[in-house]
């Protein structure tokens, strides 16, 4: 049997078992009235943990977690050191969650392309469909590189003389640089298309095949994350600059290695902390005391990295551009230092010899977080917008 009959096969059975699952919950619910959103199945970046924290009447339901960020969630699955067990643990638990999931949410906010169903044969279509049949509203929050394509990425760099990541990723896998890899994801974009009711992307940064409207990738950074003191700023004697690659390759580490330690050759009182692998709440740590963070290098987004770091009042130096990405919000490029990996150099050698330029720019982005990232306003936002398309859809007449 071939591996689109074996797919096709646990997919089919998934759906039967779903199925099942949700008549069941449907009659032992106490409380047929109350009704939740779910936000799940993946934790991303910290991400998903972070909108289900803030938003409210969810529920967290996570099928693979992230350890650097410790997140309370609703429902983790259980994970074992073999990894085989954990992909079996999810084939069956995630049809009888997904089953509660249709008898009791009114919603779901996808994190990333993973699903409760497998999504190896049809990339979550399956599972959106019948979860829009079953009355539910459909949010895909989209992370990168669920949705982004290669080929279209690659064309933006041409087309705009740029150097984005594509330049690097055939150094990570010549994978993304075939025909499979893009229907996988022209496949996503269309179920996307037909079955999402809200959609956030990042349509430049990350370019896809999506036809349909796209909103504003929105970041939510929990209050505690947010640092109005400028201690920090009152002596500055020597500067500390702060990198937290998640992929260093593809971040630009080696040349922002490269030009730090030429400034330092060069006598600035620089001192450099690379951190690798660490926890989420280590790399805060880490925040409270830098000036300078320097994000990556080929990127039109700002990460969840320079968000916080914003948020934490230092000035960031990133790729990230509001000419190109412009869903980006208010007077983006003022809020960072916009960087390129020809003139990175340059640009911290200007805010090194004009230390008070760089508390300037932190508080630009201070501000500039304050006012598009914090989860609370991001949250009651969201929290808006699937309500109305709810309501809408409650409203309509039935046959």
Same mark, same amino acid.
């Given at each position: 049997?071939?591996?689109?009959?074996?797919?096709?096969?646990?997919?089919?059975?998934?759906?039967?078992?779903?199925?099942?699952?949700?008549?069941?919950?449907?009659?032992?619910?106490?409380?047929?009235?109350?009704?939740?959103?779910?936000?799940?199945?993946?934790?991303?970046?910290?991400?998903?943990?972070?909108?289900?924290? @803030?938003?409210?009447?969810?529920?967290?339901?996570?099928?693979?977690?992230?350890?650097?960020?410790?997140?309370?969630?609703?429902?983790?699955?259980?994970?074992?050191k073999w990894r085989s067990l954990n992909h079996l643990l999810r084939?069956?638990?995630?049809?009888?969650?997904?089953?509660?999931?249709?008898?009791?949410?009114?919603? =779901? =906010?996808?994190?990333?392309?993973?699903?409760?169903?497998?999504?190896?044969?049809?990339?979550?279509?399956?599972?959106?469909?019948?979860?829009?049949?079953?009355?539910? =509203?459909?949010?895909? @929050?989209?992370?990168?590189?669920?949705?982004?394509?290669?080929?279209?990425?690659?064309?933006?760099?041409?087309? @705009?003389?740029?150097?984005?990541?594509?330049?690097?990723?055939?150094?990570?896998?010549?994978?993304?640089?075939?025909?499979?890899?893009?229907?996988?994801?022209?496949?996503?974009?269309?179920?996307?298309?037909?079955?999402?009711?809200?959609?956030?992307?990042?349509?430049?940064?990350?370019?896809?095949?999506?036809?349909?409207?796209?909103?504003?990738?929105?970041?939510?950074?929990?209050?505690?994350?947010?640092?109005?003191?400028?201690?920090?700023?009152?002596? =500055?004697?020597?500067? +500390?600059?702060?990198?937290?690659?998640?992929?260093?390759?593809? +971040?630009?580490?080696?040349?922002?290695?490269?030009?730090?330690?030429?400034?330092?050759?060069? !006598?600035?009182?620089?001192?450099?902390?690379?951190?690798? !692998?660490?926890?989420?709440?280590?790399?805060?740590?880490?925040?409270?005391?830098?000036?300078?963070?320097?994000?990556?290098?080929?990127?039109?987004?700002?990460?969840?990295?320079?968000?916080?770091?914003?948020?934490?009042?230092?000035?960031?130096?990133?790729?990230?551009?509001?000419?190109?990405?412009?869903?980006?919000?208010?007077?983006?490029?003022?809020?960072?230092?916009?960087?390129?990996?020809?003139?990175?150099?340059?640009?911290?050698?200007? @805010?090194?010899?004009?230390?008070?330029?760089?508390?300037?720019?932190?508080?630009?982005?201070?501000?500039?977080?304050?006012?598009?990232?914090?989860?609370?306003?991001?949250?009651?936002?969201?929290?808006?917008?699937?309500?109305?398309?709810? +309501?809408?859809?409650?409203?309509?007449?039935?046959?």
């Amino acid at each position: 049997m071939g591996r689109q009959k074996i797919t096709f096969a646990i997919l089919q059975w998934q759906s039967v078992t779903a199925s099942v699952s949700r008549l069941i919950f449907f009659v032992l619910r106490k409380t047929p009235d109350k009704r939740f959103w779910i936000v799940g199945p993946d934790e991303i970046a910290g991400l998903t943990g972070e909108i289900g924290r @803030y938003l409210q009447d969810s529920k967290i339901i996570i099928l693979g977690r992230n350890n650097k960020f410790q997140n309370e969630f609703s429902f983790v699955l259980l994970e074992t050191k073999w990894r085989s067990l954990n992909h079996l643990l999810r084939l069956i638990v995630g049809p009888i969650l997904f089953g509660w999931i249709l008898a009791n949410a009114k919603g =779901i =906010i996808y994190v990333g392309d993973n699903g409760f169903l497998t999504t190896s044969f049809d990339n979550r279509a399956k599972e959106m469909e019948i979860a829009k049949d079953a009355g539910l =509203i459909i949010c895909c @929050y989209l992370t990168g590189s669920d949705i982004r394509s290669i080929k279209l990425a690659t064309l933006n760099e041409e087309k @705009y003389g740029l150097e984005l990541y594509p330049s690097y990723f055939r150094l990570v896998s010549n994978f993304f640089f075939t025909n499979n890899y893009e229907l996988v994801k022209k496949s996503f974009a269309e179920a996307i298309d037909k079955h999402s009711d809200i959609t956030f992307n990042a349509p430049f940064d990350q370019a896809s095949y999506l036809v349909t409207k796209v909103y504003f990738f929105r970041y939510f950074i929990r209050e505690a994350r947010y640092s109005n003191l400028e201690d920090k700023f009152n002596s =500055i004697d020597r500067i +500390k600059i702060l990198h937290a690659p998640s992929n260093p390759l593809i +971040k630009g580490t080696q040349i922002i290695r490269a030009d730090v330690k030429r400034l330092q050759s060069e !006598g600035y009182p620089v001192d450099y902390v690379e951190l690798l !692998g660490v926890s989420n709440e280590h790399v805060f740590q880490q925040l409270i005391t830098s000036h300078i963070v320097i994000n990556e290098l080929y990127s039109m987004m700002p990460g969840v990295f320079a968000v916080e770091a914003m948020a934490a009042k230092c000035a960031v130096f990133t790729s990230a551009d509001q000419q190109f990405e412009t869903l980006l919000p208010g007077e983006s490029n003022n809020a960072w230092v916009v960087v390129r990996p020809g003139n990175l150099y340059e640009n911290l050698k200007y @805010y090194l010899d004009n230390p008070a330029e760089i508390i300037i720019k932190a508080r630009l982005g201070y501000e500039w977080a304050s006012s598009y990232a914090r989860a609370t306003t991001n949250a009651a936002y969201l929290l808006n917008q699937l309500n109305e398309k709810y +309501k809408d859809y409650k409203s309509r007449p039935t046959n």
